[in-house]
């Protein structure tokens, strides 16, 4: 059965789009950290970020630099910070979460 983020890539679960290429998706997190907070997650169904191939990877964090200078650009912050967390949906994702100030944090 597809994942939540495959059926999301597809069009079957609305999603806010912020980037796309032909390996990767980035959309809004539907439960922010904070104000732009974004996901990047590969086309192809892979559970962990850590079983993509090096230049998978590779490519994954080229596209998810390019979409973390886009945010910026959005939600003017100090910095977009990065995360793997993994424990919620089993298809490889980045998090990228705008960060200005301890209390921009939302939770
Ligand atoms: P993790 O697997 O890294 O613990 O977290 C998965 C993330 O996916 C969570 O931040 C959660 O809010 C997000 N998420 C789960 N389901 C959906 C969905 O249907 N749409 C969107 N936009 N985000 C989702």
Do not use: W
Not at 7 to 21: L, M
Not at 45 to 50: A, G, N, R, S
Not at 76 to 97: D, N, R, S, Y
């Amino acid at each position: 059965m597809a994942t939540i983020f495959s059926r999301i890539i597809t069009g079957e679960i609305p999603s806010y789009k912020v980037a796309e290429n032909d390996q990767f998706y980035a959309f809004l997190d539907i439960n922010p950290l904070t104000k732009g907070h974004t996901l990047v997650v590969p086309k192809c169904e892979v559970d962990y970020i850590f079983d993509l191939e090096d230049n998978e990877l590779a490519a994954m964090h080229v596209f998810a630099k390019s979409v973390a200078l886009a945010i910026q650009k959005v939600f003017p912050c100090k910095k977009v910070g990065e995360a793997v967390i993994g424990l919620e949906v089993p298809h490889a994702h980045i998090h990228l979460i705008p960060i200005q100030k301890e209390s921009d944090m939302i939770f």
